[in-house]
């Protein structure tokens, strides 16, 4: 049985079926029969009318990705294809921790990035192993190889760790903007009532508690 929260997408590729309604209507309908029972919340569905060919242009996929962000939700899809052919938009979702969920296939969003994930893996380790003879051929030749390596990577990797927490900070600030302008409209003139509405939607704050008038004052710095 389905448990936890979900954001679905649902997507056809050409305005005659987003108009007949057909093609959503059965995507919706393999949604619903795969959350038949159980405890879960929909957090949001948003629909699409593009084609598949390009993850670039799809407002409404990006739009569901940052409320999977926002509410901690997976991603809820009727067929794997509505999502995306591409093996690096697929593993980025991982990275990103985005867990997505494909009803015809409830075990693809694992098994296949897995598999995607093994091929790279694989590929990483051939240019190791090509970079490691080279090395060793050139210490062969009587090339000098000196510096000392360790701290450099270990201090890149530091940076590069940084790095993506600032960015994944940054990111889900923005993602949050368009809630807390929401929320300004409807009344709420402090940071404080901006917290408390954030709380009553159900989105959690970055550590996974409740929001604090502190922490939303973080976010709008963080845009401006």
Same mark, same amino acid.
């Given at each position: 049985?389905?448990? &936890?929260?979900?954001?679905?997408?649902? +997507?056809?590729?050409?305005?005659?079926? &987003?108009?007949? &309604?057909?093609?959503?209507? %059965?995507?919706?309908?393999?949604?619903?029969?795969?959350?038949?029972?159980?405890?879960?919340?929909? $957090? !949001?569905?948003?629909?699409?009318?593009?084609?598949?060919?390009?993850?670039?242009?799809?407002?409404?996929?990006?739009?569901?990705?940052?409320? $999977?962000?926002?509410?901690? #939700?997976?991603?809820?899809?009727?067929?794997?294809?509505?999502?995306?052919?591409?093996?690096?938009?697929?593993?980025?979702?991982?990275?990103?921790?985005?867990?997505?969920? @494909?009803?015809?296939?409830?075990? #693809?969003?694992?098994?296949?990035?897995?598999?995607?994930?093994?091929?790279?893996?694989?590929?990483?380790?051939?240019?190791?192993? +090509?970079?490691?003879?080279?090395?060793? @051929?050139?210490?062969?030749?009587?090339?000098?190889?000196?510096?000392?390596? &360790?701290?450099?990577?270990?201090?890149? =990797?530091? @940076?590069? /760790?940084?790095?993506?927490?600032?960015?994944?900070?940054?990111?889900? %600030?923005?993602?949050?903007?368009?809630?807390?302008?929401?929320?300004? =409209?409807?009344? #709420?003139? /402090?940071?404080?009532?901006?917290?408390? !509405?954030?709380?009553?939607?159900?989105?959690?704050?970055?550590?996974?508690?409740?929001? /604090? #008038?502190?922490?939303?004052?973080?976010?709008?710095?963080?845009?401006?």
């Amino acid at each position: 049985m389905a448990e &936890g929260k979900f954001v679905t997408y649902l +997507r056809v590729s050409t305005k005659r079926q &987003g108009n007949s &309604g057909l093609g959503l209507e %059965a995507q919706r309908a393999a949604v619903e029969t795969y959350l038949n029972g159980g405890a879960w919340t929909v $957090c !949001g569905e948003y629909v699409e009318v593009e084609s598949g060919k390009s993850d670039t242009n799809r407002l409404q996929l990006q739009r569901a990705i940052a409320a $999977c962000r926002l509410f901690g #939700a997976k991603l809820l899809i009727a067929k794997f294809d509505r999502l995306s052919r591409d093996a690096h938009f697929l593993l980025g979702l991982e990275k990103a921790g985005i867990e997505f969920v @494909a009803t015809d296939n409830p075990h #693809a969003n694992r098994l296949t990035v897995g598999i995607m994930a093994l091929v790279a893996d694989e590929e990483r380790r051939a240019i190791s192993a +090509r970079t490691k003879a080279a090395l060793a @051929a050139a210490k062969a030749r009587g090339v000098k190889l000196g510096g000392d390596r &360790g701290s450099v990577v270990s201090a890149d =990797a530091r @940076a590069k /760790s940084v790095k993506a927490r600032v960015a994944k900070a940054a990111g889900r %600030a923005v993602d949050l903007l368009p809630v807390i302008a929401e929320a300004q =409209a409807a009344g #709420a003139a /402090s940071f404080r009532q901006i917290a408390a !509405g954030l709380n009553e939607r159900g989105i959690p704050a970055a550590r996974g508690g409740e929001w /604090s #008038a502190v922490q939303v004052k973080r976010v709008l710095d963080r845009t401006t």
